[in-house]
């Protein structure tokens, strides 16, 4: 019998914006493709999202350059609007993100599964990196 001993990593940020603005930065496909890249050197060209527990979500990056490109995907287990989202990625990891509601501000808390191939402490500064650009474009709107 085969064991994992699953490694999750837990990021955080908070927007100065009321969650439901947040809730529509964060889900809608007009505004994923402005912010879904860890760096200025990489972009999302497109996204598609079924938001609704058993939909699917699909958001293209790629580098800036044109050097390497990969679709990030899976499907929703759980969605509670403007507080929790839960999904499965294609390649079988759990995600959790939480929206929490602070008078005119959110805290977006993201726990995902690690993946075996980077170091833990890549992935977090990635993941870290996309909830910073995150941040970043929704207190510009």
């Known amino acids: ?3 994992s001993n699953k490694v999750t ?3 955080e940020i908070t927007v100065q914006k009321p969650v439901a603005e947040v809730w529509k930065y964060w889900t809608e496909p007009q505004h994923i493709t ?5 760096s200025d050197d990489w972009h999302a060209p497109n996204a598609e999202n079924d938001l609704r527990a058993g ?16 679709d ?8 509670k609007p403007n507080e929790f989202i839960g999904y499965t990625l294609d390649d079988g990891r759990k995600v959790t993100i939480s ?3 602070q008078d005119n501000e959110t805290k977006v808390i993201e726990t995902f599964e690690a993946e075996a191939t980077n170091p833990v402490e890549m992935q977090e500064a990635g993941w870290q990196a996309f909830l910073d650009n995150f941040k970043k474009y929704s207190e510009s709107l």
């Open 99 to 101: 929206f929490i509601s």
């Open 55 to 70: 939909g699917r979500f699909l958001t293209r990056m790629e580098a800036k350059d044109g050097s390497f490109g990969f």
């Open 9 to 11: 990593i837990t990021v």
């Open 72 to 79: 990030f995907g899976g499907a929703y287990d759980e969605v």
């Open 34 to 38: 402005k912010w879904s890249f860890a």
């Open 1 to 3: 019998m085969e064991t």
